[in-house]
């Protein structure tokens, strides 16, 4: 079946390390993007990408990096000038073109100490 | 710029009573409206869209959702709520024509009561 994978499920990390969030889908989309969801607010967009090999940033994209090297993974990368980065975060993909839905994976809850 | 506004946090009824929930969209051009479902700890499900095909829109789990533009609105409702289907809603939308990002209400948490 096809779908979006995030790994691991759970992350614990000490402050000061960086941490990189795995997401691959093999839904043979064209867009990728992560999202940040914390109690009460909502989901909020860290970085999209369009097209293999580009991307930009979302709306909290501070303290965070990706990269798109191939079409099916979008790793996120939570570097250590994140301030909060205790939270749920949400990959998610979709065709380009015409009403098509976004698909997400189950997610990846992070746990900075 | 686009937004999409969920009135009320959290909706709370009774098992068996209908549900409303409610959503507001901006949008200059005709819009591409969706609802999607999430359970706790997991990723968002898409419970059903709208694409201008038909104002009212049937999705899974017995929803249903109307596109009224006259009020630029998108409510989802549920005639008899299960126990099952408290979770957290959200309403999204992007516009026709323009980039792939959409953009999402706040959330609404249902609560159901036995």
């Given amino acids: 079946d096809g779908g979006i994978t995030q790994s691991p499920k759970y992350l614990f990390r000490k402050e000061g390390q960086n941490v990189t969030l795995s997401c691959e889908q093999n839904l043979n989309h064209d867009a990728m993007y992560w999202y940040r969801q914390d109690p009460g607010q909502g989901l909020r967009l860290i970085y999209y ?3 293999v090999n580009d991307f ?4 909290i994209a501070e303290g965070y990096s990706v990269s798109r090297e191939k079409k099916e993974s979008f790793p996120l990368t939570v570097t250590s000038a994140q301030k909060n980065p205790t939270a749920f975060y949400l990959c998610a993909s979709t065709n380009t073109g015409g009403s098509s839905p976004l698909h997400f994976g189950n997610g990846t809850r992070l746990t900075v100490t | 710029a686009q937004s999409v506004t969920q009135l009320g946090s959290h909706v ?3 098992e068996g009573a209908l549900v409303l929930l409610r959503c507001n969209y901006s949008s200059s051009v005709p819009p591409y409206l969706f609802w999607y479902v999430q359970y706790p700890n997991q990723g968002l499900q898409l419970l059903l869209k709208y694409t201008s095909a038909a104002t009212l829109v049937k999705g899974i789990n017995g929803f249903e959702a109307e596109f009224k533009k006259s009020e630029t609105s998108f409510h989802l409702t549920k ?3 299960h126990m099952s289907d408290a979770a957290e809603y959200f309403c999204a939308s992007y516009s ?6 959409p953009t999402f209400g706040r959330g609404t948490s ?4 036995p």
């Fill in chain 2, 96 to 101: 026709s024509g323009g980039s792939y990002i």
């Fill in chain 2, 79 to 81: 005639p008899s709520a």
């Fill in chain 2, 12 to 14: 709370s009824v009774s």
């Fill in chain 1, 49 to 51: 990408s369009q097209i």
């Fill in chain 1, 56 to 59: 930009q940033k979302g709306d």
């Fill in chain 2, 110 to 113: 249902l609560i159901v009561h």
